[in-house]
């Protein structure tokens, strides 16, 4: 693997944090399904009138060792669905600009790998469940009727294999959501939680989107099934399959499907999201390449460039002692290490940015070259979303939305940490709007989603300004050499070239719409509203630098019209 | 101790004007007023039973959906009585103003009118902007977002408003796309709003949801904290170093959350003394004196404190009986000093015109010459009453800036109360 070759201390890391937390998400799915199991199981057999021989019958089936059998299996389910999570999760959302665009992005070989995996799965998980359902559902063939020589012939148990087939549909549904409604995007939440009461806050959540979506694919499937089923009696008809006890069970088969792939990916989302913390300064130097410092500067492993974000943020706000570290000299020579190699990386972070929106910027002025640019844009998104390891040269710092959050930190690790905001999301709203058919009359695709893909790093960015600017309002009181002061102007001035550059990019036509809210999904959905979280804790970040310096700040060498716009910052005229 | 009697009497037919030399001085002509408002009245009748049956079927699935299905009397109000119940105004049914908020940074404050719409009023300026929108009725709760000049957060029956008003603009009539609508399910009507000290989240608490919710105001996406017991949570405050949340239950429980991994722990009012020795050894924030001064004072009829920003003055706004005649809500002002001990003495009581009674007050945040104190009164007038005097910090002692930020040096490693008796 390229990345590995070039930076080993960097994959080392990158395996003791990211890996090993995915192995304990799979680890703790696995301990659910027994759970999960028990409760499918007593839905399974109820039975109102019979409540004693309805618990008789659960406890002896849960003893029994096809239900053993049945639970191996699903631990195997389970294990392939924590490793596609692992291999398939991104940082930086894919909005496909068109119809053609999404089109490819579903017939790509992976993704056709992904979806024959989900259906196979699919089917397996169904075949367990009607296993144990048992009755009319447990096997596939039935002796149905007697030849004039007294050998009974099997027939093909038409309710068994409808439940099979219902699961690779829902397996290929799941597959494609996946990708319309970018399930493996992880973000960071606003607010730093354990990790247990985080789970139980979003079991009720995921309990529901399981339900509804058992539902819906049960419903297409049977209407699926209903015009495209050869099948012979008795589901041919409507009546057939409208029958209770059937859709019943096919219901909640498919919310036991749904519920553990969802738990599996909220317990991963929740595991490689958890803050880490990173050293400011190592005191050995093999655990140099593990200082905060260097991962910030981290360039091929995006998850622990947003870690390393979140966590500045979180120590510019929460850690007087780890900032006073950032403050710090170092021994001997007294040169600012740490802070300057926080502060350049923060500020390339948001000037980078900057750069991004401005050339967007300039190719919606002349229409012309905004197609060939969203072509690069879309493919430089496609090869971020496939993976977050591979190297990408021209990566856009995605600041996770959660980065907003953690930036509250007050370190003035102002790095200008480009707010990249996601500009993937504005993108990805228009790209989703046009799949539902609103048409654009501005350039396709290029324009109204250029803004989501420039935006897609944003989560980045404003945890990166948010911590920066955190740092540089702590650094008021708690600077003991004066560090900061240094580079004050710099980021002063990229900050407010980049408010302005944010500014001119809301002046777009369909920058500034809201994207439409869409109904309960797992799909991680705040990279759609990534700019607006941009421009906001870019303010935030500005007012607290103004507000804590105050008039002080008119002895900081900027240019003229940058002072203009801090006076407005400083009246609160903004 | 101390008792209301050690204050000096109130004159009854004089209106309070301001704070000079340490007293405070009267008029009997008052003079100009900032504000005045026609009470609006509306009436709907409805046959008794429809109401009576409709609120007990409401009361029924908030049971239902109220976590553990706890029985609470206030889930049998209405909505509109329940946000008159738990709202920071006094008589907040009939009262003219139904809200008030200061802004943190600039000489402008936002006002609630009984009509469901907003004003804005901006020293040096004649422009008033109003807010108007179709979601906005009953509100409740008002607060300008820190560090920032736009945006201000309104609670109001069925969700969350959050206005983005230009200051630079002239338009009196901003538009409804001004305005970002938050709402979830299950969590209305919301009658305590909080904006962290930091202005990243929104914290919004309604009487009915068990869960408060903390905002991600821009992403518009919010992280329910659910917490059995208490029965919904009325009333939200953070600490000014954005370390703890308070978070209040119409039962006789508050939880204190701190804000770093967001845990909490459960406060029951307290009773008796043991637990009061108890909080002196605590070292205790400015946040957590209040908590004390009203458990030394035992005053139980108080309905709303304001401490201004410089901690020398703190006004308690006592609430009167309606039924009795002599007995109208009042509000007494303390003098308050930190250090070197907590110090309390009585300053006077602030009266309105004839007739008028105090429903909310509130401290200008940053007022140059001593302390604003702003007094919405039941006649639908606002005053704002000065007090001058020096800060007793700037005279050799720590001054008040420095002694805060002493205070909230790494509260990250405080522990919360119950960790540090055990």
């Not at chain 1, 990916?265 to 410092?293: G, N």
């Not at chain 2, 004072?297 to 009167?320: H, I, N, Y």
């Not at chain 2, 002002?333 to 509130?362: D, H, I, N, Y």
Request: charged share 15%; glycine share 6%.
């Amino acid at each position: 693997m390229k990345c590995a070759c070039a930076r080993p201390d960097s994959h080392l890391i990158y395996f003791q944090v990211v890996i090993w937390r995915a192995v304990a998400s799979i680890a703790w799915s696995v301990l659910l399904l027994p759970v999960t199991a028990a409760v499918f199981v007593l839905l399974s057999r109820f039975s109102l009138f019979h409540p004693i021989q309805w618990i008789s019958d659960c406890t002896s089936l849960l003893a029994a060792s096809s239900t053993v059998f049945s639970l191996v299996v699903l631990c195997g389910v389970v294990l392939i669905t924590g490793f596609f999570n692992l291999e398939f999760y991104t940082l930086v959302p894919a909005i496909p600009c068109s119809r053609m665009a999404l089109l490819g992005t579903v017939l790509h070989p992976r993704q056709c790998v992904h979806s024959l995996v989900y259906c196979t799965m699919g089917m397996l998980v169904m075949w367990c469940a009607s296993v144990t359902i048992g009755g009319r559902y447990s096997t596939l063939g039935t002796p149905c009727r007697q030849s004039e020589s007294g050998e009974v012939v099997t027939c093909l148990n038409e309710y068994h294999l409808f439940i099979l087939l219902a699961g690779a549909f829902m397996g290929y549904s799941h597959s494609f959501l996946g990708v319309v409604q970018n399930m493996y995007y992880v973000s960071f939440q606003p607010i730093q939680q354990y990790k247990y009461p985080r789970f139980k806050g979003c079991l009720p959540m995921v309990v529901k989107c399981s339900v509804i979506q058992a539902l819906y694919s049960a419903r297409n499937f049977a209407a699926f099934y209903f015009f495209f089923g050869n099948s012979i009696q008795p589901l041919d008809s409507l009546t057939g399959l409208l029958d209770f006890s059937l859709l019943y069970h096919l219901s909640i088969s498919g919310t036991f499907l749904y519920l553990t792939w969802y738990l599996t990916v909220l317990l991963f989302r929740i595991c490689v999201t958890e803050a880490y913390s990173f050293p400011v300064q190592s005191t050995f130097t093999e655990d140099a390449e593990q200082s905060l410092p260097k991962v910030l500067a981290e360039k091929n492993t995006l998850v622990m460039k947003f870690l390393a974000l979140q966590d500045l943020a979180l120590l510019s706000h929460h850690s007087l002692s780890r900032r006073l570290e950032v403050f710090s000299l170092s021994q001997p020579g007294g040169h600012a290490h740490n802070w300057n190699a926080i502060s350049r990386e923060c500020l390339s972070l948001l000037s980078e940015l900057t750069q991004r929106l401005v050339a967007h910027q300039d190719a919606v002025a002349s229409n012309g070259r905004v197609k060939s640019q969203s072509a690069s844009s879309d493919t430089r998104s496609a090869s971020s979303s496939s993976s977050g390891k591979t190297p990408r040269l021209s990566v856009p710092l995605r600041t996770p939305g959660s980065v907003f959050k953690s930036s509250v930190g007050g370190a003035n690790n102002a790095l200008t940490a480009p707010f990249t905001p996601d500009v993937n999301s504005p993108f990805s709203s228009p790209a989703i709007r046009r799949l539902v058919g609103q048409q654009d009359r501005q350039s396709p695709c290029f324009g109204t989603e250029q803004s989501p893909h420039i935006m897609r790093r944003g989560p980045k960015l404003w945890s990166a300004s948010t911590g920066l600017s955190h740092l540089v309002a702590a650094s008021f009181s708690e600077d003991q050499f004066g560090v900061v002061q240094t580079t004050l102007p710099n980021v002063l001035s990229c900050l407010v070239v980049l408010l302005e550059a944010v500014d001119r990019h809301f002046k777009l036509p369909h920058a500034s719409s809201k994207p439409v809210r869409t109904i309960c999904s797992m799909g991680d959905s705040t990279y759609k509203t990534l700019r607006f979280a941009l421009r906001a804790a870019l303010k935030t970040a500005i007012y607290k630098i103004t507000t804590t310096f105050g008039e002080h700040l008119n002895a900081v060498n900027i240019s003229t019209e940058h002072r203009k716009r801090l006076q407005q910052f400083l009246e609160f005229k903004d | 101790m101390c008792s209301l009697g050690v204050f000096p009497a109130p004159v009854t037919a004089a209106q309070t004007l301001l704070e000079r030399n340490n007293e405070l001085l009267s008029a009997l002509h008052p003079g100009e007023h900032p504000q005045t408002h026609e009470p609006l009245s509306a009436c709907v009748s409805v046959p008794r039973f429809l109401a009576v049956g409709s609120a007990c079927v409401l009361a029924l699935l908030r049971w239902a959906s109220s976590f553990h299905g706890s029985l609470f009397p206030h889930l049998t109000l209405s909505s509109d009585e329940m946000v008159a119940e738990f709202s920071q105004m006094l008589d907040w049914s009939d009262s003219a103003l139904r809200s008030f908020a200061w802004h943190p940074h600039t000489d402008k404050f936002a006002v609630a009118l009984l009509d469901d719409s907003i004003r804005i009023y901006k020293s040096n300026s004649s422009a008033t902007p109003t807010l108007k929108h179709r979601c906005q009725r009953s509100v409740c709760a008002l607060q300008w977002k820190p560090l920032c000049g736009s945006a201000l957060a309104v609670a109001c029956q069925s969700c969350l408003l959050i206005w983005h008003v230009d200051p630079t603009s002239l338009s009196t009539r901003p538009s409804s796309g001004c305005a970002q609508v938050l709402s979830h399910p299950g969590h209305s009507p919301i009658t305590s709003i909080a904006w962290s000290p930091t202005g990243s989240l929104l914290v919004s608490a309604s009487p009915v949801d068990t869960a408060m919710m903390v905002w991600d105001v821009a992403a518009e996406s919010a992280v329910p904290l659910q917490r059995v017991g208490g029965g919904g949570v009325t009333y939200l405050s953070w600490s000014p170093d954005g370390s703890r949340l308070l978070a209040a239950t119409p039962s006789a429980l508050f939880r204190v959350w701190e804000t770093r991994m967001w845990t909490c722990e459960r406060w029951p009012c307290l009773k008796g003394s043991c637990q009061v020795r108890k909080l002196r050894k605590l070292s205790i924030t400015v946040f957590e004196l209040m908590y004390a001064f009203i458990y030394f004072f035992k005053l139980t009829f108080f309905s709303q404190t304001s401490w201004d920003p410089r901690g020398e003055r703190l006004a308690v706004l006592l609430k009167g009986d309606s039924q009795a005649v002599n007995h109208p809500s009042v509000i007494a002002v303390f003098k308050t000093r930190s250090s070197p001990v907590f110090e309390l003495l009585p300053c006077g009581f602030v009266m309105g015109e004839a007739g008028a009674e105090p429903r909310f007050m509130q401290f200008h945040p940053h007022f140059q010459h001593g302390a604003l104190l702003t007094v919405c009164w039941s006649d639908g007038r606002i005053s704002h009453v000065p007090f001058y005097f020096s800060s007793a910090g700037l005279l050799g002692g720590d001054s008040p800036q420095q002694a805060l930020a002493s205070n909230t040096a790494d509260h990250s490693s405080n522990k919360l109360y119950t960790e540090q008796i055990s």
